[in-house]
Each structure stands twice: as structure tokens, then as C-alpha cells.
T-cell receptor, first 116, second 112 residues
Framework: AQTVTQSQPEMSVQEAETVTLSCTYDTSESDYYLFWYKQPPSRQMILVIRQEAYKQQNATENRFSVNFQKAAKSFSLKISDSQLGDAAMYFCAYRGYNFGNEKLTFGTGTRLTIIP | DTGVSQDPRHKITKRGQNVTFRCDPISEHNRLYWYRQTLGQGPEFLTYFQNEAQLEKSRLLSDRFSAERPKGSFSTLEIQRTEQGDSAMYLC??????????FGAGTRLSVL
């Protein structure tokens, strides 16, 4: 079974600075997807960024980028130019590649606080 | 595209009562997922549907839980004889042909 570990329960960053959230995972599969989801307080979970394991290039979405280290099974999220609206719980998630192996396995989350 | 809709948003019930939650996926999304999230934890998978077929159920889904997706559109999750341990946020997500799951706002269940 796959597992996802987020070792930072809480992080804080000054507005406009850069912060990196860590995630490691364990799997025996060679193809899979990794995701970062954001869950603001009392609001629904939204996708931040997605990485396909077969792609060596790290995914980027505007101020959000990942450092995907497949051999190390590491998948960190970097948020540049942090904004107050980035404050939320961030969840790292794993999904298998093949049909029938589509459920998401989540980590326990990192609560990100933005300091004005 | 109105997103994934869940109803009700909050449900308070007494122990032993039955509750039912509804999820309306994004239109034409053929796969629908249910997750449960307790305080301070990440969501945990419960079950998922491809159209009307329930393809996988987690061991977390005890005999008191049942999910349906008649006609492959909306889905319902029923919990019979609720227990205090059932208190959680119940999340629904849907996806089409891609890998991204889109989540609803969830139903928060409180069992007194």
C-alpha cells in the first residue's frame, strides 16, 4: 500500500517570501501521479499542482513549483512571493497510474500561515 | 460547470440515527469518489464509482455504510445507526477522463 508523509504539521512565512513544504511517499509502482491540494479554512479542497512520475521536468504553476525527486520519493512544494490568500492546509497526495488504481492517498497536511 | 455539489453542508444527528448525504458531480464526470476527513488528518478514501458501478470499497466502509450512484449521475452515502466515531467531514470528488479529482465543499457530520 502506498503511504504519504508530511513531516511539517505547521509552517509560517513572511508575506512576499518563499516557503517550501515537504512530502515523501512510498510506493512500489513506477508510474503514478502526485498532487498538492490546498484546503482553506471552511472551504473546499482545490488543486494546486500535479506531477506525472514519468515526466522528469518539475511542474510549475505561476508562483507554485515542485521539486520531484523520484529516486528519493520526495515531492516538495515551493511557494514564491507568498500572499495572504495562500494561508491554508496543504495536502500532498498520491494516485496510481492505471485504471482501477485511482484513489488518492493523502498525507496529514501542513498548515501554512502567512505573516503580514 | 457548477462544480461538485454536496448536500447538506452540515448535519447534526443523535447516536443511533440514520443519515444520508448527497453528491452531485461535475456534469459528465463518470467517476465519483467519497472520502472521510477527521480533524487534523488528511482525507481517507471510502469508495468510488465508475458510472453506476461501485468499483472499490475501503475497509473503512463498515456494514453500516452504503453508497449508491443510480444512473451514474448523483451519489448518496448513507450511514446507519450512527456512532460518535462517525463524526467527520465527508468529501465527494469527481473526475472525467483525466487524473485530477475535483472536490466538493463536503458535509460535516456531528453525532451527539
Amino acid at each position: 500500500a502506498q503511504t504519504v508523509t508530511q513531516s511539517q504539521p505547521e509552517m509560517s512565512v513572511q508575506e512576499a517570501e518563499t516557503v517550501t513544504l515537504s512530502c515523501t511517499y512510498d510506493t512500489s509502482e513506477s508510474d503514478y501521479y502526485l498532487f498538492w491540494y490546498k484546503q482553506p479554512p471552511s472551504r473546499q479542497m482545490i488543486l494546486v499542482i500535479r506531477q506525472e512520475a514519468y515526466k522528469q521536468q518539475n511542474a510549475t504553476e505561476n508562483r507554485f513549483s515542485v521539486n520531484f525527486q523520484k529516486a528519493a520519493k520526495s515531492f516538495s512544494l515551493k511557494i514564491s512571493d507568498s500572499q495572504l490568500g495562500d494561508a491554508a492546509m496543504y495536502f500532498c497526495a498520491y494516485r496510481g497510474y492505471n485504471f482501477g488504481n485511482e484513489k488518492l492517498t493523502f498525507g496529514t497536511g501542513t498548515r501554512l500561515t502567512i505573516i503580514p | 460547470d457548477t462544480g461538485v455539489s454536496q448536500d447538506p453542508r452540515h448535519k447534526i444527528t443523535k447516536r443511533g440515527q440514520n443519515v444520508t448525504f448527497r453528491c452531485d458531480p461535475i456534469s459528465e464526470h463518470n467517476r465519483l469518489y467519497w472520502y472521510r476527513q477527521t480533524l487534523g488528518q488528511g482525507p481517507e478514501f471510502l469508495t468510488y464509482f465508475q458510472n453506476e458501478a461501485q468499483l472499490e470499497k475501503s475497509r473503512l466502509l463498515s456494514d453500516r455504510f452504503s453508497a449508491e450512484r443510480p444512473k451514474g449521475s448523483f451519489s448518496t452515502l448513507e450511514i446507519q445507526r450512527t456512532e460518535q466515531g462517525d463524526s467527520a467531514m465527508y468529501l465527494c470528488a469527481s473526475t472525467g477522463e483525466g487524473s485530477i479529482q475535483y472536490f466538493g465543499a463536503g458535509t460535516r457530520l456531528s453525532v451527539l
